[in-house]
């Protein structure tokens, strides 16, 4: 079975520090991949989507950026952290070229302070 | 664009009773799915319900009903005999097919489910 992992589950960073928030599925290949962030009162917004290797996609212009180094694995990245970076960011994965929902993993609560 | 409105932030309803919550979404396209997702407070989000929108049947999941009504771009959903652990939020979502994916989710509604 597929199972995907998110971690950390929580940060606390300084504004102007850098971020990196990694997430890996397990039991598929070539997925797609997304991460989206939460905030307070809000759906989940799409931030990168990624169909392969090296592709990414970005929704929104921001002060993040993400890379996908192997098949499974999704990188979630700042330079400097702004304090409205703060938020609930989660991973999710899809079957390629189906259709299909996305599958969530536990989420990473970030505090930028 | 599409877009998806949840119109009711938060929800209350007795233990073992009925409730049901709206969604309504906007798209010109005619291939797509609507899904139901719930959070509860460990903050996962899971899979309650899907719909594909060229099946006209309601899908269903044991408790959970959803009532889609394609003209009126309507897909809410009904969960029957209410039980404390449905307490979450839950989220309404659009995929437009063949967009890789991409979902585009209603902001919530809060679910309190009261003994």
């Known amino acids: 079975s597929q199972t995907i992992h998110q971690w950390p589950a929580t940060l606390v960073q300084p504004v102007g520090s850098p971020l990196s928030l990694e997430c890996t599925v397990e039991?598929?290949?070539?997925?797609?991949l997304y991460w989206y962030r939460q905030a307070a009162g809000r759906g989940l917004q799409l931030l990168f989507y990624?169909?392969?290797?090296?592709?990414i996609s970005s929704e929104v212009p921001q002060n993040l950026s993400a890379s996908r180094p192997q098949d499974r694995q999704f990188i979630l990245s700042s330079k400097k952290l702004l304090l409205s970076d703060s938020g609930f960011y989660l991973c999710?994965?899809?079957?390629?070229?189906?259709?299909?929902?996305?599958?969530f993993g536990q989420g990473t609560r970030l505090t930028v302070v | 664009a599409q877009t998806v409105t949840q119109s009711q932030p938060e929800m209350s309803v007795q233990e073992a009773e009925t409730v049901t919550l709206s969604c309504t979404y906007d798209?010109?396209?005619?291939?797509?799915?609507l899904f139901w997702y719930k959070q509860p407070p460990s903050r996962q989000m899971i899979l309650v319900i899907r719909?594909?929108?060229?099946?006209?049947q309601n899908a269903t999941e044991n408790r959970f009903s959803v009532n889609f009504q394609k003209a009126a771009k309507s897909f809410s959903l009904k969960i029957s005999d209410s039980q404390l652990g449905d307490t979450a939020m839950y989220f309404c979502?659009?995929?437009?097919?063949?967009?890789?994916?991409?979902?585009?989710f209603g902001k919530g509604t809060k679910l309190s489910v009261k003994p």
């Open positions: 999710a994965w899809g079957r390629q070229g189906v259709d299909t929902e996305a599958f």
């Open positions: 039991g598929t290949s070539n997925p797609n």
């Open positions: 990624s169909v392969g290797i090296g592709q």
């Open positions: 798209t010109s396209e005619s291939n797509y799915y």
């Open positions: 719909q594909e929108a060229y099946k006209q």
């Open positions: 979502a659009f995929l437009l097919g063949g967009s890789q994916g991409n979902l585009i």
